[in-house]
């Protein structure tokens, strides 16, 4: 039997908080700046940057609710590469951000959350995970550099 315990963050709350794609962190998409990554991805759902300036200045709950009333030809292709590219963004290398991610060393990284998200995260024991194991991923990438 394996007595090894491994150790995961289970949620983006209390001391992890700053993993939450809500939390405020800019990040430059196609030329323009949000506030946080919610933002940035909610606003790429458009696929004019004219059309994403209300996404700008307001909160990534609101982001996150205009976001829910748009749709794009093929996001559900895209949605992977972008997700990636802005936690690339949030956490360049040489970044406070970055400094934290890596120093979760090989810590697992669940996305827990109580809204039901499985795709991007575990609900009820329940999901991809695919936030959490994009983050691992970045993680790996700038423990490479």
């Known amino acids: 039997m394996d007595d ?12 992890y908080r ?7 962190s800019p990040v430059i998409f196609e030329g323009v700046v949000y506030p946080t990554v919610e933002n940035a991805y909610q606003a790429a759902k458009l696929k004019l940057n004219c059309d994403r ?7 990534p709950g609101r ?4 976001g829910q009333m748009v749709s794009r030809r093929g996001w559900d292709k895209l949605k ?4 990636h590219k802005l936690l690339r963004c949030k956490f360049r290398n040489g970044s406070y951000l970055a400094e934290k991610l890596k ?10 959350n109580d809204w039901g998200d499985t ?12 936030l959490g194991k994009m983050l691992m991923l970045v993680r790996v990438e700038l423990l490479k550099k």
């Open 18 to 24: 700053w993993l939450s794609n809500f939390w405020l």
């Open 63 to 66: 982001a996150k609710e205009m």
């Open 4 to 15: 090894i315990v491994k150790h995961s963050i289970k949620q983006f709350k209390g001391q």
């Open 53 to 59: 300036f209300p996404f700008i200045n307001c909160s």
């Open 103 to 112: 120093a979760t060393g090989n810590t697992e990284i669940i996305e827990g």
């Open 119 to 130: 795709f991007w995260g575990v609900y009820d024991g329940v999901g991809e995970n695919h």
């Open 80 to 83: 992977l590469s972008v997700m």
